[in-house]
Structure formats: C-alpha cells, structure tokens
C-alpha cells in the first residue's frame, strides 16, 4: 500500500489504525500519535514528505514507565519473593522477545507502516519492530489519554503473561547468564563490543563480540546492536558450558 499524501492527512491510514483502536476498545481523542506509533523509520528515511518522524523517540520515552508498571505490581502480588528474583521476573516481563509476542497477539503486525523495501523483506513480522512499536504505541496512549487507563491496558496485555512466564526454567537472559557463569569460574566479567556495522539505514546490521579480557570467545549478526550482543552471550554460553 503506498501513502499519496501526509500520514496525518491519508484516511486509508487513520481508518485502519482506527479499526484497531476500536477493535482494543480504546475511546482515543487524537489519532496523530497512534498513526505515529505504528511508523518506522524507513518511511521517513525515504519519504519525510510523507512522515518527518518515526516511532522510535515514542520507544524511549515508554521504556522506565513500562518498568514502573511491572515493578510496582510484582512487588505487591509476590510479597515473599527477594528482589533479586522479582528483578529477573520483571526483565522477562520487559524484555522485547515477550513484548513482541504481545504485539503478534494484538495483529500489531498487520499496522506496521513500513516503506516497500522493508514489506518486501517481511519486516512486519520482525520481533524487534514489533517490540518498539507495542513501546511506542504504549506512550501514544499515555499522550492522548491518561497513565491509568495506560496501566490498565499493560496489566490486562503483559503483565498477564506473568505465571507463565515464572513456569518456565529460566528467567535469566543469556548476558546474565554468562556474567554470572564467568564471574563465578574465571573472576571475569564479559565485555561486549560492537566490531562492525553497516551505514545503510535501510539495511542496518551489527556485529557484536563478546571478550573475556581481550579474548574474543564469540560474535553475532542482527540488524539491532541489542540482539546481536544477546545472541552473541547465547552463543558463547552454549560453548562454554553445555559443550
């Protein structure tokens, strides 16, 4: 689908992001911001006539408000739990891989406003996208409406899934799962460096590697420097202890 004229201006847009405002039963006032939300930066790095800003700035500015959400609620309903595991209960909760699934369950998916190289490549199913845009959309809703219908719709959407994530074997990410193994076996603390990454904002890539002291023990790819340093430790972990 391409845009014809402003984003702000393009009914075909504001009536689908409508639809699914009405379908999440959300009585907005403005829709600019939720339109906003759902935008990547793709659209604006080849056409700012058509969007001058993307959702990213939206994603920062909803990360701590997510995390005081969820923390306040974990410290209320698991009263016998010590902090450090309500610590790690709260970064699954947060973490992106969990946010995009909530995304997926929301169709949020099909709304992404993405440029056509980025929907020729499948963009719109990319976890990480997804992550950014439930954030972003998150803020959108603390502007236009208010932070308790907010906490509302946070603990109704994603803090919901906090017993089944307790279920599983391992809260702990892989970062934190190789700190706290190297720390313990070799008194080290893994460092994590960017070795390389493209210019291209349409095909943006890093490759991260993970050091113990100098010693690169393992690298990775992805098109976010948080995931390529994530998958990086994954991999190392899995060399180093369960070889």
Request: glycine letters at 0%; charged letters at 25%; proline letters at 2%.
């Amino acid at each position: 689908m391409v845009l014809t004229k402003n984003l702000y201006k393009n009914d075909i847009y504001i009536n689908k992001i409508s639809f699914l405002l009405n379908n999440l039963k959300i009585n907005f006032n403005c829709i600019n911001t939720y339109l906003l939300a759902f935008v990547h930066r793709s659209l604006v790095n080849e056409k700012p006539d058509l969007s001058s800003e993307h959702n990213e700035r939206l994603e920062f500015l909803w990360d701590a408000v997510l995390e005081l959400i969820i923390t306040e609620k974990l410290f209320w309903d698991f009263k016998d739990k010590p902090e450090w595991e309500l610590t790690d209960i709260r970064s699954a909760i947060v973490k992106w891989t969990h946010l995009a699934e909530v995304a997926k369950r929301l169709n949020f998916n099909d709304y992404l406003i993405l440029w056509k190289w980025e929907e020729t490549c499948w963009w719109r199913n990319n976890d990480y996208l997804l992550a950014n845009c439930l954030e972003a959309f998150l803020w959108a809703m603390y502007l236009d409406l208010d932070f308790e219908i907010v906490k509302s719709f946070v603990l109704s959407n994603i803090y919901s899934d906090v017993y089944k994530i307790i279920s599983k074997p391992s809260l702990k990410d892989f970062k934190s799962l190789l700190q706290e193994y190297t720390q313990r076996d070799f008194n080290i603390t893994p460092r994590y460096e960017v070795i390389w990454e493209s210019w291209l904002d349409h095909d943006k890539n890093y490759v991260s590697g993970v050091f113990l002291d100098n010693k690169k023990i393992w690298e990775w790819t992805w098109s976010s420097k948080k995931k390529s340093q994530e998958d990086a430790a994954k991999n190392a972990f899995s060399n180093l202890y369960n070889n």
